[in-house]
């Protein structure tokens, strides 16, 4: 039997050297998405704190005017009290404009709030997808540094090795373009 260094490996070569390939490309390919994904963060971060902003304008005005209504009310019932009749249909138009006013406030901060629901739900979804680059990054690396870790065995056993290695990092390499593919 010839000794184990000998025994020829037909095509790893090749292989590794397709495999390094797709992992920096991969490699990189992953930090992109990366730095795009945070972008996209900071401006679902921006579009947070302007649907807070209009959410809390809308509840402010909704209040002032249920405030101002009350006064419109009790205005109206101390005339009618008083038996005073004049400036009624002044007081009771300029209710009813706060009153449909009340209600668009109302439609608009309910709107508002919905929008905060959809950049929160964007930005949850956002972080996690980062969250799980970061870790397929992290296995990419972990994968590059085992194969280069490699040293002092003779040729069969480093092939086999760097073959299990490269099998290693082609699935993590899968798994990357598959989150790829399901993210856009």
């Known amino acids: 039997m010839p000794p184990k260094s000998s025994i020829p490996v037909p095509g790893l070569a090749q292989r590794l050297d397709s495999i390094e390939a797709a992992i920096n490309t991969s490699e990189g390919d992953l930090h992109r998405r990366m730095r795009h994904l945070r972008s ?9 704190d302007v649907a807070v902003t209009n959410y809390e304008m809308w509840k402010d005005d909704r209040e002032e005017l249920a405030t101002e209504i009350n006064n419109c009310e009790h205005k109206l019932a101390k005339s009618f009290a008083a038996g005073d009749l004049t400036g009624i249909t002044d ?3 300029y209710r009813e404009r706060l009153i449909n006013d009340q209600r668009i406030a109302r439609d608009e901060a309910s709107s508002a709030l919905h929008e905060l629901g959809q950049v929160a739900r964007s930005q949850q979804k956002c972080r996690q997808v980062i969250a799980e680059l970061d870790a397929a990054a992290m296995a990419l690396t972990k994968a590059v540094q085992a194969s280069s ?10 092939s086999s090795m760097q073959a299990e290695n490269g099998w290693a990092m082609s699935k993590s390499i899968e798994w990357y373009q598959d989150m790829s593919n399901a993210m856009w």
């Open 40 to 48: 996209k963060l900071e401006v679902l971060d921006e579009e947070m």
């Open 91 to 93: 007081v009771e138009q």
């Open 149 to 158: 870790t490699i040293i002092d065995v003779d040729d069969v056993e480093r």
